[in-house]
């Protein structure tokens, strides 16, 4: 559990500037968009609210448009869907968690997901070609995995204040390492009806030391909805104008989004410490880990390493989104096979509030 009832509260609060601001004649396209952003698997719409594995994730990122080509030398050479693409560009902040089933063990727990935790602030660029139905998306990430991610004493204060079980089992988590991951999407309109179904296929591919891997997906939008390649703001808000300067404006959004995953993945920092990281539940000597001949019968007291790393992934998201003006909401599930091998699959939920200017 974290900071589900805040986003709540804040969903309240910014629908009500988002109905003042609503009563007035917008004549310009917002150029700011702030995007609060949360995981969790205590919000399950199937009612099995959980606290393991892929546990918790936060994101806040503020996205804007440039009306002049941007000066900064990073910008630049970020890849863009052509002379006519709508380019958001972007600065967050995100934090991860993981822990195992039984948070009140303080034993190490090698048979379940490891604590962890990663804090990391991200640059993005999201480009669409609203001609040619197709965008590319790219997001740096830089961070560290371990005790300086916070992500133990972030977990504490929820659980005090909202009254849950206090996690024990923080001193298992990975040593710091640092993180630096580029991570890549593109995707293309594989067919429309209207503007009431749009079937998108992507790929990503996740390179650095976080995460190593490649997916690809078909994305399916169902609904009352405005061209997914206008721009990323379109997406979430019903703001501004039509492309090509139409002064009619599709003030409300409602769809509903469906989207089956495949991932092949190679490495995963959160799962197996990062780079030049150990686990400091393993005794390491001269020759690394220690290991000791267990005769048949016998119980091994030498720590055991946590299970492999399960190189295909199956995910399948679902959900809705409603926006408003410039207030929109999000809320989709996840359900994925587990990370791990032997271990067990999981679901994931997620809010999202976006509110733009």
Same mark, same amino acid.
């Given at each position: ?11 309240? #609060? ?38 393991? *594995? ?9 996205? +804007?448009? $440039?009306? @002049? ?10 890849? $863009?869907?052509?002379?006519? %693409? ?26 379940? +997901? ?5 804090? *990391?602030?991200?640059? =993005? ?6 001609? @040619? ?6 997001? #740096?990430?830089? !961070?560290?995995?371990?005790? *300086? ?28 390492? /640092? /993180? ?7 995707? $293309? ?18 390179? &650095? ?13 169902? !609904? @009352? ?13 019903? %703001?501004?104008? +039509?492309? &090509? ?6 003030? /409300? ?5 469906? @989207?089956?995953? =495949? ?7 959160? /799962? ?12 390491? &000597?001269?020759?690394?880990?220690? =290991? ?35 207030? !929109?909401? %999000?809320?989709?599930? =996840? ?5 791990? $091998? !032997? ?15």
């Amino acid at each position: 559990m974290n900071y589900f009832y805040f986003l709540s509260f804040l969903t309240l #609060l910014l629908a009500g500037i988002n109905n003042r601001l609503s009563a007035q004649e917008q004549q310009e396209t917002p150029t700011r968009l702030l995007r609060i952003y949360e995981d969790n698997d205590f919000m399950n719409v199937r009612g099995q609210n959980t606290d393991d *594995a892929y546990t918790a994730g936060t994101r806040i990122e503020l996205f +804007y448009t $440039k009306k @002049k080509q941007s000066r900064f030398s990073l910008d630049r050479v970020l890849p $863009k869907a052509g002379d006519s %693409s709508v380019n958001t560009f972007g600065w967050g902040v995100m934090q991860l968690i993981f822990t195992p089933d039984d948070i009140g063990d303080p034993a190490y727990q090698p048979n379940d +997901y490891p604590w962890s935790g990663a804090l *990391a602030a991200t640059h =993005t660029l999201y480009s669409y070609n609203p001609q @040619k139905k197709y965008d590319f998306q790219t997001e #740096l990430v830089l !961070g560290v995995v371990g005790p *300086a991610s916070l992500a133990e004493p972030t977990q504490k204060f929820v659980h005090r204040i909202m009254d849950f079980e206090q996690p024990q089992g923080w001193d298992h988590q990975f040593r710091n390492a /640092l /993180l630096l991951n580029i991570n890549f999407t593109a995707e $293309k309109q594989l067919a429309a009806l209207g503007h009431t179904v749009e079937v998108i296929g992507g790929s990503q591919v996740y390179f &650095g030391s976080m995460q190593n891997s490649i997916a690809v997906y078909p994305l399916i939008r169902i !609904g @009352k909805l405005r061209p997914y390649f206008n721009g990323f703001f379109s997406q979430y808000t019903g %703001s501004g104008r +039509y492309a &090509g300067g139409s002064k009619r404006r599709s003030r /409300l959004q409602a769809y509903f989004v469906l @989207k089956p995953q =495949t991932e092949l993945v190679f490495t995963n920092a959160l /799962l197996q410490g990062g780079l030049f990281s150990t686990n400091p539940n393993l005794k390491e &000597g001269k020759g690394g880990p220690s =290991t000791t001949v267990v005769p048949p019968g016998s119980v091994s007291e030498t720590p055991q390493p946590y299970h492999d790393l399960r190189c295909v992934n199956y995910s399948i998201s679902y959900g809705a989104v409603v926006s408003a003006g410039n207030f !929109g909401v %999000s809320f989709t599930q =996840t359900t994925a096979s587990s990370m791990l $091998k !032997g271990l067990y699959s999981h679901d994931v939920e997620n809010l999202s509030i976006y509110f733009a200017w």
